[in-house]
């Protein structure tokens, strides 16, 4: 079946790992305490703090809160508030210029030529719709997001799971056969096949744990559509 579809991972696929790890999270950090108390009468914030408490089963003053939070981040956990609150603190540095999104070359090339194509791009991610929305809107290259018909996060179930997927392609309305599902993590693409996806590992470097059950490529130069 001709694929129609190209879902994506953003970290250690479209976007550097360090870029993740050594810029976007260490921002976040930084400016998550002054950020929390700075916005703690607004709606969207105070949900987020209110479902982190929930969660953590923490005390209700706001830097119980941030503890937690800053502890999540030292985990890398992938909690929903967590990474709602992330996306907001992000785009005040987008919009500053302090943050500019990475993008491998070859990705940008691809996602374009696979949009102009006529195909049908997602995003799928642990980080919220909004931080990829953040990300994909103040690359290098300018905003890309008008490439994306929509983007999932972990609202719709964990990336490990076939589920997530199964919902996915619900959403979109394809059938698996016709979606390609790019990751650099194998559970991730073990679950998208699960679903019915056609799948391909993206391994950028040796920090990624190569998956034989999965195609690999190093770039998206070397993904054929046509061979899937």
């Given at each position: 079946?001709?694929?129609?579809?190209v879902?994506?991972?953003?970290?250690?696929?479209?976007?550097?790992?360090?870029?993740?790890?050594?810029?976007?999270?260490?921002?976040?950090?930084?400016?998550?305490?002054?950020?929390?108390?700075?916005?703690?009468?607004?709606?969207?914030?105070?949900?987020?703090?209110?479902?982190?408490?929930?969660?953590?089963?923490?005390?209700?003053?706001?830097?119980?809160?941030?503890?937690?939070?800053?502890?999540?981040?030292?985990?890398?956990?992938?909690?929903?508030?967590?990474?709602?609150?992330?996306?907001?603190?992000?785009?005040?540095?987008?919009?500053?210029?302090?943050?500019?999104?990475?993008l491998?070359?070859?990705?940008?090339?691809?996602?374009?030529?696979?949009?102009?194509?006529?195909?049908?791009?997602?995003?799928?991610?642990?980080?919220?719709?909004?931080?990829?929305?953040?990300?994909?809107?103040?690359t290098?290259?300018?905003?890309?997001?008008?490439?994306?018909?929509?983007?999932?996060?972990?609202?719709?179930?964990?990336?490990?799971?076939?589920?997530?997927?199964?919902?996915?392609?619900?959403?979109?309305?394809?059938?698996?056969?016709?979606?390609?599902?790019?990751?650099?993590?194998?559970?991730?693409?073990?679950?998208?096949?699960?679903?019915?996806?056609?799948?391909?590992?993206?391994?950028?470097?040796?920090?990624?744990?190569?998956?034989?059950?999965?195609?690999?490529?190093?770039?998206?130069?070397?993904?054929?559509?046509?061979?899937?």
């Amino acid at each position: 079946m001709t694929i129609e579809a190209v879902v994506t991972d953003i970290e250690g696929t479209t976007t550097s790992i360090s870029f993740v790890h050594d810029v976007l999270f260490p921002y976040a950090k930084r400016e998550l305490s002054g950020f929390v108390h700075a916005n703690l009468q607004d709606p969207n914030v105070a949900s987020h703090l209110a479902a982190t408490r929930d969660l953590a089963g923490c005390g209700e003053s706001p830097d119980a809160v941030v503890e937690v939070l800053l502890g999540w981040i030292e985990e890398d956990r992938k909690a929903t508030p967590l990474k709602a609150l992330q996306g907001l603190i992000w785009e005040a540095g987008y919009r500053s210029g302090e943050l500019k999104g990475h993008l491998y070359e070859d990705a940008h090339d691809y996602l374009r030529r696979w949009w102009e194509a006529g195909l049908k791009l997602f995003v799928f991610s642990s980080g919220s719709v909004y931080a990829q929305r953040l990300l994909f809107g103040h690359t290098t290259h300018g905003d890309l997001n008008p490439w994306f018909t929509g983007n999932f996060d972990t609202t719709v179930g964990s990336k490990k799971e076939g589920a997530s997927y199964g919902e996915i392609l619900s959403r979109i309305g394809k059938p698996g056969a016709s979606v390609l599902f790019l990751s650099d993590v194998g559970a991730e693409l073990d679950a998208a096949r699960e679903a019915g996806m056609k799948t391909i590992q993206v391994v950028r470097d040796s920090m990624t744990t190569p998956a034989p059950a999965h195609a690999q490529v190093t770039s998206f130069d070397q993904i054929s559509l046509d061979s899937l």
